[in-house]
């Protein structure tokens, strides 16, 4: 009898380390690019599940919402999110912004929305896109929507006054954002500057064939964030292989090559959450 409780024992405990090395996460990634953001990640994933023991499984959503909605529903349970999306999906899907990529040579992991515009464009300096046709990227993008709108509102201007661009429109990504106005369909794009420089990088466009005529301040970075519905250890465990993971080979991330990860903390986030504030008390 006692040999066959230490079996069912030694059984048991079997089973809880087998499932425990197969443990799956799912993780899915706000759309900011046309070329597939996940791609940018590969690595990162690859070093986290050797370090954790878990599987990371990647899934794609078409919208920014759909990536908060995939959290709060548990069909994800890792994420990317723009800064606004996350500010969203700590509100209503139980999200917790853990690390952000710091790309190499920089600092900290901070970036920037671009206004951009045809080289040959008659618009010189920011205040002349008064009046003329504006593409951004999606609603709840905060380089391409939240942070181009603080920025206008410096030069008295609202996508929300119609009188004020002859068309608002959102493209759908930063890539079709740029794309806009490469082929002519919009005058001016607000976009994020990181995926400005990714796509100059693989010569999707050159140098001579845009100008930037006006620079956000600092953006708080994009998050990755994990839900808190995730076992306190777990979370633990995955927070502290994303930290680590240039230890253990090349990293990507958000815009192409990492050199390293830094922590964030639901506050860094409290800063977009006062603009969201400014930007609705003024609409």
Known sequence: MLKKILIIIAFSLLTENINAETKTYKMVFVPASEKGDDSDYKTLIKITEKLTGFNIETIKVTDYNAAVEAMRAGRAHIAWYGGKTYIKAAEIANAEAFAAGVRPGEANANYYAYFVVKMNSKLKVFKDVDGKVLALNSIGSTSGDLIPQVELS??????????HFKKVYYAGSHDACLLSVLNEQADVCGMSSRNFEARLKDKTFTMDQVR?????SPVPPPPLAYSKNIPLEDRKKIKKAVLEAHK??????YGGQMSHYMEVNDSDYDVLRDVVKLLKNNS
Not at 154 to 163: A, D, E, V
Not at 212 to 216: F, G, L, P
């Open 212 to 216: 930037i005529i006006h620079k956000s």
């Open 248 to 253: 253990h080979g090349a990293i990507g991330g």
């Open 154 to 163: 410096k030069i008295n201007l609202s996508i929300r006054n119609k009188s």
